[in-house]
């Protein structure tokens, strides 16, 4: 599966964005998906994952109340609208999709990756 993830950018504080991210070339439907993040000098974490059925999301506890993850199964697409944007959001955000075995949580949970879009919050 291909993952095209767009809609990074240069944001004030307090501002919003909202995250998309194009699958193709596998069912996108049937999968859970996620967003993740890397700030420079930090590891990849993770932001929010939403399953495929039902559409239950989890998220990082500092990100709940302000981002919400979602997807359109006939478009194929994840969304990740981010509101009361802070600088501590900074970082590459990047799309997956749900598989391999290990924890929805963790970069090993997902064996397909988006290439990544910025995201920069000036303080």
């Known amino acids: 599966v291909q993952l095209q993830a767009s809609g990074g950018g240069l944001v004030q504080a307090g501002g919003s964005l909202r995250l998309s991210c194009a699958a193709s070339g596998r069912a996108f439907s049937g999968y859970t998906m996620g967003w993740f993040r890397q700030a420079p000098g930090k590891e990849r974490e993770f932001v929010a994952s939403?399953?495929?059925?039902?559409?239950?999301?989890y998220y990082l506890d500092s990100v709940k109340g302000r981002f919400t993850c979602s997807r359109d199964n006939a478009k194929n697409t994840l969304y990740l609208q981010m509101n009361s944007l802070k600088p501590e959001d900074t970082a590459i955000y990047y799309c997956?999709?749900?598989?391999?075995?290990?924890?929805?949580?963790?970069?090993?949970?997902?064996?397909?990756w988006g290439q990544g879009t910025q995201v920069t919050v000036s303080s």
């Open positions: 939403i399953t495929w059925s039902s559409g239950s999301t």
């Open positions: 997956a999709q749900r598989g391999g075995g290990g924890s929805y949580n963790l970069p090993g949970g997902y064996d397909y």
